[in-house]
């Protein structure tokens, strides 16, 4: 039996303009190509979890217009349990422009439309997935208060709670969250805010985990892109490097689709250093695709990667 993810967060539609590299302010560059992607750092991990072998319910909140009714139905056909995709009839569903460079770098504003209104009501609406679930994954492109009231709720009913703190947040996170947390899931920019180490290397990764633990978080993992994941597990480190470099053609989802796939990992009883591998995996495959959603990997591929290895 498949074991149960719930995944709390964005729904977005990205609106994605590919070009040899990014405009600076005041610049207008021609010669870009167009492409319409659904998105959302919460629909992406949810989508990577549901695509890898997890057992996926997704809350989030849409507008009632046509980009969220296409994202429920996209969301159906990903096999992602929809009963708590909430509608909001005032504010439309969310949108991301996305400019991608020749390098594969990125450039995003997000307008968050129905999710800056995801409330601590919806959380409770979504209850019984929350009680039943092994994982809680969040992120934060929904209130802080909601995803603090949702860390509480799921860790007083033992269920474990993931962060990935994305976007990196503009404000230090409330105590009352970290406490809650089994782990925490930032890349290096974001390891630095929360930290205040500049994350350059494996030896300046080791401080801001440290720093990071000390909040009170007794799991942090660490991405650092085509160096790796530094796993900080109590007091034990793991440097995991990446299982083969990759030419990166759009790094967008990429932490979305590590998160998706380390959740499966876990709920699958792998160890922690072999979760992140997994992971590693799935998000290596992701950056040598355009788009979110549709870069994600299936399983059948990291297991079709698998055997190539052997």
């Known amino acids: ?29 021609l010669g870009g190509t167009f492409l319409m992607n659904p998105g959302g750092k919460g629909a992406n991990q949810a989508v990577a979890g549901s695509r890898l072998g997890g057992d996926v319910t997704f809350v989030c909140k849409i507008g009632n217009d046509l980009f969220g009714q296409q994202s429920i139905e996209l969301y159906d056909e990903e096999n992602i349990n929809t009963d708590f995709v909430f509608k ?21 504003v997000v307008a968050p439309g129905a ?13 019984p997935a929350i009680e039943n679930a092994d994982l809680l994954l969040m992120q934060l492109e929904t209130p802080v208060e909601t995803v603090t009231y949702a ?8 269920v474990k709670v993931i962060l990935n703190p994305a976007p990196a947040p503009a404000q230090p ?12 899931v930032p890349n290096k920019t ?19 985990a440290d720093k990071i633990s000390a909040k009170g978080v007794s799991v942090v993992v660490i991405t650092l892109g085509s160096m790796g994941t530094l796993v900080k597990d109590g007091d034990h480190y793991h440097e995991i490097p990446v299982p083969v470099k990759v030419d990166a053609v759009d790094t967008t989802a990429a932490g979305d689709t590590f998160c998706g796939a380390l959740c499966v990992g876990i709920t699958e009883r792998m160890d922690l250093p072999d979760a992140v591998r997994f992971a590693n995996m799935a998000a290596g495959i992701s950056v040598t695709r355009m788009g979110a959603q549709a870069s994600i990997p299936f399983r ?6 698998l055997i190539t290895k052997k």
Do not use: F
Not at 151 to 158: Q, V
């Open 115 to 127: 999710n800056s209104s995801l409330s601590k009501a919806d959380v409770d609406l979504a209850r």
């Open 1 to 29: 039996m498949k074991n149960k993810i719930v995944v709390i967060g964005s729904c977005n539609t990205d609106m994605v303009i590919k070009s040899e590299r990014l405009p600076v302010p005041g610049e207008t560059i």
């Open 173 to 184: 996170l409330p105590a009352e969250l970290l406490e809650q947390l089994y782990m925490i």
């Open 88 to 108: 909001d009839n005032e504010l439309p569903s969310g949108v991301a422009l996305i400019t991608v460079d020749g390098k594969g770098e990125n450039c995003i």
């Open 190 to 208: 974001e390891a630095q805010i929360l930290s205040g180490v500049e994350v350059t290397d494996w030896e300046s990764a080791h401080r801001a």
């Open 300 to 305: 059948s591929e990291i297991e079709s990667q």
């Open 151 to 158: 860390a509480e709720k799921a860790k007083r009913n033992g």
